[in-house]
């Protein structure tokens, strides 16, 4: 009876553990989550037979403005497809218009498709980028990409790194930041594997960690010093750490700054790069802290930090202009001169300078024109009649 | 007996076990089965959405559950996204942040955006996760997400104003009444004060789209000066669709402010002609212009035009205009984008200042190099600059194109602006301010 019993519960017991192996592997096997080998191929990616219900939901979703509930309900359909699916659906999709949500759907199904079979979803993305031209649809390669990487980020790049696209610093960034998330001892010996490029994005990276510690900051600019970065590298990963730590607490940064083993001038550009960060965040605060340094600061200082308000706060920041210029002697001849530079100087790079930007810049001057011409004429004036025969025109003309 | 005793209890002995390995059989059979099954209906419970769900399903929450609920969904979003390499172009960690996201309250998204350490919202994933869940909030209660984003930390920075603008063009879309009603909504903070027109000119231009009816019955509603912004911006990204463009014209010619209906003309004309200069052309003869209009017009298809061939499309240009000797703005603009693109490092080669040198000297030529001055110290040129103002004959216009390359290159490098200067015959000195 005893035998009997225990040979029931055997059974039942088997039963039962089978059953949980067998489902969790198969529903593990088509899960977003399922493991991708290196090379590429997911060991157990089953075709499903195509469910026509599945494209059909898709296509009722076509004609939907794009957006995140939207798209995370493609995303329910995409991501419990088989490649049979994703294949047929990309098809019908591709025959349609490429609006915002066709191309969202198209990206999903790449993303997905990648992680069943990246070189098969590869090479079909990078199909269609040939094909398609570059305009339409043309997300699918890097969704592809990033699905893949999510899942397999060193076989990822090592793929992007045989393409011939444009997306190679979207690649090097990747990498850098993926990097970036592994302790630093792994970090340091897998990097020596990795192109210049990439270890600057990993240090880059990690220099917008929150730092507790003096500690930690020596431990990473020790770190940066022994990674063999070049000069301008090694300033892009100062940079990126004296923004990041300006924008926490710029007032400790500046303080800070001399217990870091940084050089007089990289000490020097960080405590501009503080600075920046500051304004950007909050200018008055900024510029209080700035007026108030025993000895005071450098007027550029302080026009940097404004001209920063400016471009968030044009209003607030003129409103601001006569107080600041009795606080500080001299501080409206530099922001004018600091605005006809940025009248004559900025927006000259490929495709930037143009009537709007032009009408913009010069309306930053006139409308500083206009405020001291209120607040001291005579002055103004005085400063116009230094200024250029046209311009002296365009600025002494009604707006 | 002892031989019979042992055959039975070996028989069954060889049962039993044919019983278990058969029921482990059944079994895994039975679980790969469902398991197709639930892969076929999309339904995947171990999800890390769904195990969320899964746990607190069917249950009253109770204080003590109801902060357990919450801190497990607060830590599957920050695991989703604790990459700094996880951005919004990971549709799978937007998707399970929206399921997410659907299990908790508006207020309960509150609190969580409140709750992330100060920066999150600038910094690698986390920030792409803010803005992931600012725009699914929005779609369920857009006041509540657009007061969240007035009102943090850094509502003024450059990245906030976006996302705002971004947040209510896809609330705009999916809910037009509400996102529209809060547009003129008493609630809003000073900073979104400041930039609502700029975003409900946007948000009316994804809606041209989605819903062209109701685009231009809001319009109807906006300040007039708005309305002209908002035309120009339609005519320039929506020229080329047939129905819009004819609903465009007619508007235009309906507000009562002639420059509507001109700028509408113009807007649509670049438009078309980005991607069909003739047929672009076509549609500025069947307008029968004049004048300015005409000037303006020609201009703007020249320009757009030239983007593709700069040298013939210039040159046809200055054929057509021989005898205007002051260039268009956007003739000059045109130029210096030419001049820009030419001065790329990989593409340095100097077309537009060969093809700058190559024109026939006259009024025609001394208005271009002078017009060209501020953009070819722009672009750092300053000695083929200097090379074009000692050639201009007019000397109003070399009065002008000295004082200007003087102002720029003093700017740029004081001392060889200095040698140019002292290097210059006295009679081109004497044309230099004092």
Redesign the interface.
């Known amino acids: 009876m005893k035998l009997l019993l225990l040979t029931l519960v055997a059974g039942l017991l088997a039963a039962w553990i089978c059953y949980r192996v067998s489902y969790q592997s198969g529903v593990a096997t088509a899960q977003p989550g399922g493991r991708i080998s290196s090379h590429g191929r997911e060991r157990a990616s089953r075709e499903i037979p195509v469910a026509a219900d599945k494209i059909e939901q898709l296509r009722g979703f076509l004609n939907r403005p794009f957006n995140e509930r939207g798209s995370a309900e493609v995303w329910a359909v995409v991501s419990s497809m088989s490649v049979a699916q994703i294949r047929e659906s990309v098809h019908m999709i591709l025959q349609n218009k490429a609006t915002d949500s066709a191309e969202n759907m198209v990206n999903c199904l790449f993303f997905r498709w990648a992680q069943i079979d990246p070189m098969e979803a590869l090479a079909a993305a990078d199909s269609q980028r040939k094909d398609g031209g570059s305009e339409n649809f043309s997300g699918a390669l890097l969704s592809a990409f990033n699905g893949w990487f999510k899942r397999d980020p060193e076989a990822a790049f090592r793929w992007a790194q045989t393409d011939s696209g444009s997306n190679e610093r979207f690649y090097i960034s990747q990498m850098g930041g993926y990097l970036s998330t592994l302790p630093p001892t792994e970090a340091a010996e897998k990097m020596k594997t990795y192109g210049a490029a990439v270890i600057k994005a990993a240090f880059s990276y990690r220099a917008r960690a929150n730092f507790t510690s003096q500690e930690d900051r020596t431990a990473f600019f020790t770190s940066v010093a022994n990674s063999g970065m070049n000069a301008a590298d090694s300033q892009t990963v100062l940079k990126s750490f004296a923004r990041n730590w300006g924008f926490y607490d710029p007032a400790a940064a500046l303080a800070g700054l001399d217990g870091i083993p940084l050089n007089d001038d990289q000490k020097s550009q960080a405590r501009q790069w503080i600075m920046a960060g500051w304004a950007d965040k909050n200018p008055i605060e900024a510029l209080a802290w700035v007026a108030k340094e025993n000895p005071p600061h450098a007027i550029a200082d302080q026009i940097a930090i404004y001209n920063k308000w400016l471009s968030t706060a044009p209003k607030e920041a003129v409103a601001a202009l006569d107080e600041l210029c009795r606080d500080a002697p001299g501080f409206r001849e530099e922001v004018m001169k600091s605005q006809l530079q940025s009248y004559y100087d900025e927006g000259w790079v490929p495709y930037g300078r143009n009537i709007s930007s032009d009408k913009f810049l010069f309306s930053r001057l006139k409308n500083h024109y206009d405020d001291w011409a209120t607040t001291a004429p005579a002055d103004a004036e005085r400063w116009v009649g230094t200024l250029e025969p046209a311009l002296q025109q365009k600025l002494h003309a009604p707006q | 007996m002892k031989s019979s005793e042992s055959g039975i209890t070996f028989g ?1 002995g060889t ?2 076990i044919l ?14 089965a ?3 099954a ?10 890390p959405t769904d195990a969320v769900e899964a746990e607190d399903a069917g249950k009253t929450p109770s204080g003590s559950q109801d902060s357990r609920r919450l801190e497990k969904i607060r830590g599957k979003l920050l695991e989703i996204w ?5 951005g919004l ?4 960690a ?2 399970e942040t ?2 997410l996201l659907s299990r908790m309250s508006s207020a309960e998204i509150d609190a969580f955006l409140r709750s992330l ?3 999150s919202d ?3 994933g986390t920030s792409d996760m803010v803005r ?1 869940v600012l ?2 909030w929005a ?1 369920r209660d857009g006041p509540a997400a657009l007061a969240y984003l007035g009102n943090c ?2 509502a ?3 990245l906030v ?1 976006m996302t705002t603008t971004q947040v209510v063009m ?1 609330w705009a ?2 809910a037009p009444d509400a996102a529209l009603a809060w547009m003129s909504d008493g609630t809003l903070t000073p ?1 979104q004060q ?1 930039r609502v027109a700029n975003i409900r000119l946007n948000s009316l231009m ?1 809606m041209l789209h ?1 819903d062209p009816d109701r685009a231009f019955t809001e319009l109807s509603s906006m300040p007039g000066n708005e309305i002209s912004d908002q035309l120009r911006l339609w005519g320039q990204t929506n020229g080329k669709s047939p129905e819009i463009r004819e609903r465009l014209l007619d508007y235009a010619a309906g507000t009562g402010n002639p420059e509507d209906l001109a700028a509408v003309r113009t807007s649509i004309a670049g438009s078309m002609a980005e991607e069909d200069p003739e047929k672009a052309r076509e549609f500025v003869e069947s307008l029968q212009a004049s004048g300015r209009e005409l000037a303006a017009l020609d201009a703007t298809v020249t320009v757009e035009a030239a983007r593709k061939d700069p040298e013939s499309t210039y040159t046809e240009w200055t054929q057509k205009n021989s005898n205007v000797t002051e260039i268009p ?2 003739i000059q ?1 045109g130029i ?2 030419w001049l ?2 030419s ?2 490092r990989d593409h340095d080669d100097r077309g537009a200042i060969k093809w700058l040198d190559a024109l026939p000297a006259g009024g025609q030529r001394d208005a271009l190099y002078e017009s060209s001055i ?2 070819l110290v ?2 750092r040129h300053f000695d083929d600059a200097a090379r074009m103002v000692e050639t201009i004959d007019s000397p109003s216009l070399r009065a ?1 194109a000295l ?2 390359l ?3 290159w003093l ?2 490098d004081p001392q060889k602006a200095a040698a140019w200067k002292n290097g210059l015959p006295a009679e081109d000195q004497a044309l230099l ?1 004092k």
């Open positions: 069954f049962a039993a019983f278990v390995l058969l029921a482990g059989l059944g079994g895994n059979l039975k679980g790969k469902d398991a197709s639930a892969i076929e209906a999309g339904d995947h419970p171990e999800s604790k990459s700094p390499t996880t172009f990971d549709l799978e937007r998707a929206s399921q350490p100060p920066g600038r910094m690698g992931c725009f699914s779609l930390d850094s003024r920075s450059s104003r896809s879309d999916y900073v400041e994804v989605s703005a956007e603009f210096s984008a820009g693109r001065s790329m501020p953009a722009g672009f002008s004082n200007s003087q102002t720029r700017m740029e301010r």
